[in-house]
């Protein structure tokens, strides 16, 4: 039996701010989340200011403030969090759980390795929460039929790439051999670097062929790379159409042997005999 996350303890404090952490239904509970999806915005947002060279050289100091002060205050809230349940390890290896925990591991970790406060952009994946404060939940289960289709078109993707890797390897040591290090076709990787750039479309220009082989391999690359973005598509297309399809049942009808009824029905498509 799974046992929720956040499961409530029994009677006392920690069952009434766990009323106000994890509750949408009541006002106190409804305008903590909204607090908290500000919060969480406000600090992504000193995150993001900080790298920017001329903010930082001028407001560096309140920035680092800021960014602190909002992790200790998502640091308190995880700990609260964790004092509240009933399971607190079944809420710490929840999805949320460790999304809360990794929402504020970079501001201690840049204590020793600077430079990673930097992830805390992270804590946009917390604004997830949002479905919980609209009711929005009870549309996850598109998401998790989107999920199903994608594990259901795994081998053919998984076929496909493979088909796609070999075609770059090839045509990325055809180009080194027809190219060369003159046009920057200086090493195999660096081909095949060239031959995922131009098959998928992006076309960065660092590299180009300059002989006409190499120009009518890289127009047979291009035309190629329209499949790359077609193919699995149609492949996640397909899946997600079988899934929106009713299942039918293996039930043989008695009287003209007809399959594949309805699992609701109660008699032959076909003929109408009782099944």
């Not at 193919?231 to 039918?248: D, K, N, Y």
């Amino acid at each position: 039996m799974r046992i929720p996350s956040d499961r409530p303890p029994q009677g006392g404090l920690r069952a009434a701010i766990h009323e106000i952490v994890y509750g949408v239904d009541t006002p106190a509970g409804r305008a903590f989340d909204v607090l908290l999806l500000l919060a969480i915005l406000l600090s992504v947002a000193v995150v993001m200011l900080e790298s920017v060279p001329a903010i930082n050289e001028r407001h560096g100091a309140a920035l680092r403030i800021a960014e602190w002060a909002f992790t200790l205050l998502f640091t308190v809230e995880y700990a609260v969090r964790l004092w509240t349940v009933a399971h607190v390890r079944v809420y710490a290896l929840s999805f949320f759980g460790i999304v809360d925990l990794i929402a504020i591991l970079p501001a201690y970790l840049s204590v020793l390795a600077p430079g990673t406060q930097s992830l805390l952009v992270i804590r946009a994946l917390r604004l997830l929460r949002v479905f919980r404060v609209l009711k929005l939940v009870r549309h996850m289960r598109e998401a998790y039929g989107l999920l199903a289709a994608l594990q259901a078109a795994r081998p053919r993707i998984v076929v496909f790439l493979g088909g796609v890797l070999t075609a770059a390897v090839v045509f990325g040591a055809v180009m080194y051999l027809v190219e060369g290090d003159e046009a920057g076709f200086t090493s195999i990787p660096t081909s095949i670097y060239w031959a995922v750039v131009t098959m998928t479309t992006v076309g960065y220009g660092d590299i180009a062929p300059r002989t006409p082989l190499g120009q009518f391999l890289a127009l047979a690359l291009m035309i190629l790379g329209y499949a790359v973005i077609a193919v699995p598509t149609g492949i996640v297309s397909a899946e997600l159409t079988r899934a929106g399809r009713p299942a039918r049942s293996a039930r043989v009808c008695p009287s003209c042997a007809q399959k594949k009824h309805d699992p609701d029905a109660d008699f032959c498509k076909s003929c109408g005999a009782e099944l």
